[in-house]
Nanobody
Framework: QLVESGGGLVQAGGSLRLSCAASGSALSRYAMGWFRQAPGKERESVATISRSGDNTGYVDSVKGRFTISRDNANNMVYLQMSTLKSEDTAVYYC????????????????????WGQGTQVTVSS
């Protein structure tokens, strides 16, 4: 089970940190991803991190502004978002993929089998 938190309303240029708490299985067995879906748009990958945390990937629109990280000991995944823009407004989802490979990352939503309920991020301009 995945539970996101940390969303809210923020002004453009501001920052938020999203958290994803995992329960039920050891997080270290899973590659993790953050996705988002804005109204009327398809769900898109935002950031992904390997099981070990040594490999990360980002969609071009958030590179240099967002940072994904994980704490396997405490079964937590984070998304630090800075210099937020109005186009970052969306529901953000945490997702987990059971992976055999410690350094692989996955961008496709179809790769992930477990999803959280989402947390709303609204950026006002």
């Amino acid at each position: 089970q995945l539970v996101e938190s940390g969303g809210g309303l923020v002004q453009a240029g501001g920052s938020l940190r999203l958290s994803c708490a995992a329960s039920g299985s050891a997080l270290s067995r899973y590659a993790m991803g953050w996705f988002r879906q804005a109204p009327g748009k398809e769900r898109e990958s935002v950031a992904t991190i390997s099981r070990s945390g040594d490999n990360t990937g980002y969609v071009d629109s958030v590179k240099g502004r967002f940072t994904i990280s994980r704490d396997n000991a405490n079964n937590m995944v984070y998304l630090q978002m800075s210099t937020l823009k109005s186009e970052d407004t969306a529901v953000y989802y945490c997702a987990a993929k059971r992976s055999l490979f410690t350094s692989d990352i996955y961008y496709s939503a179809d790769s992930y089998g477990t999803w959280g309920q989402g947390t709303q991020v609204t950026v006002s301009s």
